[in-house]
């Protein structure tokens, strides 16, 4: 059984940073693909970023210039540096790999 477990969230001004990170366990993730989607209230889930098991990257272009992912495969964690944020970053983020997503982790950015 894999788990994922997003953390990181928080409040943040804008124009603020945040890194969420997303701990799995249960497999060893390092051959895997993983994704962040991000879900506003009301809304559909969407796409944010990924990363490739080689470490190939790619972004919605929404989040393109502003939102770095990566991982560390030893610690067998995916993070989601994100910069200049705005009000409308204001969302639930989501860790996800093959089935398994988190619980979410909240972002709420304040004016």
């Known amino acids: 059984q894999v788990q994922l477990v997003e953390s990181g969230g928080g409040l943040v001004q804008t124009g603020g940073s945040l890194r969420l990170s997303c701990a799995a366990s249960?497999?060893?993730?390092?051959?895997?693909?993983m994704i962040w989607y991000r879900q506003a209230p009301g809304k559909e889930r969407e796409f944010v970023a990924t990363?490739?098991?080689?470490?190939?990257?790619y972004y919605a272009d929404s989040v393109k210039s502003r939102c770095t992912i990566s991982r560390d495969n030893a610690k067998s964690t995916v993070y989601l540096k994100m910069n200049s944020l705005k009000t409308r970053s204001t969302t639930v983020y989501y860790c996800?790999?093959?089935?398994?997503w988190g619980q979410g982790t909240q972002i709420t950015v304040s004016s």
């Open positions: 249960g497999r060893t993730l390092s051959n895997y693909n």
């Open positions: 996800n790999h093959d089935k398994y």
């Open positions: 990363i490739t098991s080689s470490g190939s990257t």
